[in-house]
């Protein structure tokens, strides 16, 4: 067998080197040549069963050399990971073949491995740290009433104004620019808009702008200056300030309806006092969820920071290329901005904007590598019936309010859906996940 050294380099990264003598280097050439002669067509002879010497000596030295580097290399490396116990991260880089002959082979590498994360005493980082407490739940009765006007302006109506404009109007306006020669094409293309329409006082545009519509009246024009926000996500607007040019088209007093009864029973509920109950209920529901999620966060962040990760560099960068596509399809296929012109808004590059996301990219390799080891140290598994119970929970979620046929014919698509291997490892490494954060929370004192 070829024997191996390893050496280890930072960021769980090591470099080997295999070596292997004459007589076992001789079993990758009779397999190159026995491989290569299956496809050779020799008169007098079915495909692969000419001789030996025969097939070897019309093979070429050169191609059984060739292929039978490959073997050894594939062969030899795969032997060492699994005598090491070592899992590579991707395929080794910087490959360089020292000799090969039939005299022996040497050759050396670097590849990237999954650490094993040091968590000795896990539990007692959490349960001797008295910072990492659950937040308090209240509701605020501005909370409340704040959320029933927001219900109420989605039955709101519109009657023309006469007058100037005031707090909470609805106005039509035409947005220029005074100076254009100060900006490029792009640029003015983002800050002219053709009658666009806002609610004074919801502050949909940049610090200041609303302010100077207020007092105007239908048909009024106006010039004034503002300044863009030094942290504008638009780089190129940051700090820069403008003189815009407005005109008023139109403008619209909005007209709540009552809070009262009436109002209720236009969202299914019989009273006001039910409806506030029940925003109450999801309010609650809703914080009691971020809450858990903050005391998540924050238990992982100390773990992280408190355990020794020697992180792998390969591991970082292919995380900054999911979160690069996650924003990428959030950005196209919810806000319907193409990601070229968001970069050129931006005046950078692709590869400078996922550098942004090293940070988080890091966080999140290391919670994982954290996660996988608390996960695997105390033994956490997934049986059959928690299987069950979520592809349960997923028929009756998914089935609801649907007629009978329907349903039917979604749940099948489910439980297919539930067979197939990779969705089931998915579902499964999702469920242990979450049983692991729950082991976590379970040493917090809260």
């Known amino acids: 067998m070829p024997t191996s050294t390893i050496k ?17 280097v001789a079993r990758f050439f009779d397999r190159a040549i026995e491989i290569l002669a299956k496809d050779l067509s020799i008169k007098g002879f079915r495909a692969g069963k000419a001789p030996k010497d025969m097939a070897k000596d019309i093979l070429g030295e050169h191609a059984i050399s060739h292929k039978a580097q490959d073997l050894a290399i594939q ?78 302006k989605q039955l709101a109506e ?19 620019v005074a100076d254009p020669t100060k900006f490029t094409e792009e640029e003015l293309k983002r800050m002219r808009i053709a009658n666009t329409s806002l609610v004074i006082g919801e502050g949909q545009l940049i610090p200041g702008f609303e302010e ?18 030094e942290n504008y996500f638009n780089k190129s607007m940051a700090g820069r300030g403008v003189r815009f040019k407005i005109k008023i088209n139109d403008v619209k007093e909005i007209i709540l309806p009552s809070l009262d009864d009436e109002l209720a029973k236009k969202f299914g509920m019989d009273s006001i006092d039910n409806m506030r109950k029940a925003i109450v209920d999801d309010m609650l529901q809703h914080k009691e969820q971020e809450a858990k999620s903050k005391l998540e966060n924050d238990a992982l962040k100390v773990l992280t920071e408190a355990i020794d990760i020697d ?43 996922k550098e942004g996301f090293r940070d988080h990219a890091e966080h999140n390799v290391r919670v994982g590598l954290l996660l996988g080891q608390i996960t695997k140290d105390e033994g956490i598994e997934v049986g059959d019936a928690e299987i069950e119970d ?12 649907l007629p009978s046929d329907k349903a039917r014919e979604l749940e099948d698509k489910i439980r297919a859906g539930y067979g197939d291997e990779q969705f089931l490892s998915s579902m499964k490494n999702s469920i242990m996940a979450r049983k692991t954060v729950d082991l976590i929370l379970d040493q917090i004192d809260k």
Do not use: C
Not at 158 to 176: F, P, Y
Not at 322 to 338: A, W
């Open 8 to 24: 280890k380099l930072p960021n769980s990264r090591i470099e080997f080197q295999i070596k292997a003598t004459a007589e076992e």
């Open 75 to 152: 062969d030899s490396y795969f032997e060492m990971v699994t005598r090491e116990k070592i899992i590579p991260i991707h395929q080794p880089e910087d490959l360089k073949i020292n000799n090969f002959s039939a005299e022996g082979f040497d050759f050396e590498g670097q590849v990237d491995i999954l650490p094993t994360v040091n968590i000795d005493g896990w539990k007692n980082i959490l349960q001797k740290n008295k910072k990492i407490k659950k937040e308090e739940i209240k509701i605020e009765d501005n909370e409340i009433e704040e959320t029933v006007k927001n219900l109420a």
């Open 158 to 176: 519109t009657k023309d104004k006469e007058g100037k404009v005031a707090q909470g109007d609805l106005v039509m306006l035409d947005i220029d």
């Open 212 to 229: 100077n519509i207020v007092g105007l009246e239908k048909g009024s024009e106006k010039e004034f200056d503002t300044t863009f926000p």
């Open 311 to 353: 992180t792998p560099k390969s591991l970082i960068e292919q995380e900054k290329e999911m979160l690069l596509d996650r924003y990428k399809q959030d950005l196209e296929h919810h806000k319907n901005i193409k990601f070229a012109d968001y970069l050129s808004s931006l005046g950078t590059t692709e590869e400078k904007f």
């Open 390 to 401: 979520a592809m349960a929970m997923d028929i009756i979620k998914q089935t609801a309010g």
